[in-house]
C-alpha cells in the first residue's frame, strides 16, 4: 500500500508553481489530564498546515507530545487530496483522491480511498473521506473520517472523527475530537487570529484496544500566523 500511496503523489501532484487558492498555518499548546495509554497527563504542541490548491487540497499536522512522568512522543499525519471532479449542485462540491501517512515512532500507516466536500448549511465546510487503511502493526481497516468548521455566535466549533472498523487484531474505534475556541485576536489588535478555549477528546477503544474509553478535556490557546 506504501508503493500505492508514493506513486499517487508522483502521478497526480503537480510541480510547485501550481496555483495555490489559499493556505492556513497554525501553532497550538494543549494541556489535559485525563488521556489514556500511558501517563494521563500530557503537555501538546501541535503545528498544522492546510491549503487548498488547483489540484486539490492538503491538511498535515505534526504533534510533540510531553507526558509527566517524561515520556516524549511525535506524531504526524499528511493528508493530501487529489481533485477528480466538481458539482454545481446543493451537495457535493468535490470528489478527490484522499490519501494520508500517519507517522509515529516506530510506524508509518498508509491510508488511501475517496474523499468529498459536502455542501451543509452555516458550515464553513464538512469534508467527508472513506479509506482503506494499510497498517504496519496489526491488520488492515477501512476508516471514515469526517472534519469540519461551524461558527456558533462568536465561537467556532470545529473537528473531526475517525471511525475505524474491527479487526481480527483489534476492536472497531471512534476518535471524536473538536474544539470550541474564541478569537481573542481582534481585541488585541492583531492582524490575524488567536483561539484561546478548550479541546474534547472521546475516543472509544483507543488505538483498537476493547474497553479503552478516553473522555479528556484539553485547555487550548492556537494562534494562526
Given at each position: 500500500m506504501q508503493y500505492i500511496f508514493l506513486l499517487l503523489?508522483?502521478?497526480?501532484?503537480?510541480?510547485?508553481?501550481?496555483e495555490v487558492v489559499w493556505s492556513d498555518v497554525s501553532a497550538s499548546f494543549l494541556q489535559g489530564s485525563d488521556y489514556q495509554v500511558g501517563d494521563n497527563k500530557r503537555t501538546v504542541f501541535t503545528f498544522e498546515h492546510a491549503a487548498a490548491y488547483s489540484w486539490g487540497d492538503s491538511f498535515s499536522f505534526v504533534d510533540r507530545l510531553h507526558s509527566n512522568n517524561g515520556d516524549r512522543e511525535t506524531y504526524a499525519e499528511f493528508s493530501p487530496r487529489i481533485k477528480l471532479s466538481s458539482y454545481q449542485n446543493d451537495i457535493?462540491?468535490?470528489?478527490?483522491?484522499?490519501?494520508t501517512a500517519e507517522v509515529g515512532d516506530g510506524f508509518t500507516?498508509?491510508?488511501v480511498g475517496l474523499g468529498t466536500n459536502l455542501k451543509i448549511p452555516q458550515f464553513i465546510y464538512f469534508k467527508a473521506n472513506f479509506y482503506h487503511k494499510n497498517n504496519d502493526f496489526g491488520d488492515n481497516a477501512v476508516q471514515t473520517t469526517l472534519s469540519w468548521a461551524l461558527p456558533v455566535g462568536p465561537l467556532m466549533y470545529d473537528g473531526f472523527m475517525d471511525y475505524v472498523t474491527s479487526t481480527d487484531t483489534s476492536s472497531s474505534s471512534m476518535n471524536l475530537t473538536s474544539q470550541l475556541k474564541y478569537n481573542i485576536g481582534d481585541a488585541l489588535n492583531l492582524k490575524t487570529k488567536l483561539y484561546v478555549g478548550v479541546e474534547y477528546v472521546f475516543w472509544q477503544n483507543k488505538f483498537g484496544i476493547k474497553g479503552v474509553d478516553e473522555k479528556n478535556?484539553?485547555?487550548?490557546?492556537?494562534?494562526?500566523?
Open positions: 503523489l508522483l502521478l497526480f501532484l503537480p510541480p510547485s508553481h501550481a457535493i462540491d468535490s470528489v478527490y483522491i484522499a490519501t500507516n498508509y491510508l478535556v484539553n485547555l487550548l490557546v492556537k494562534y494562526h500566523f
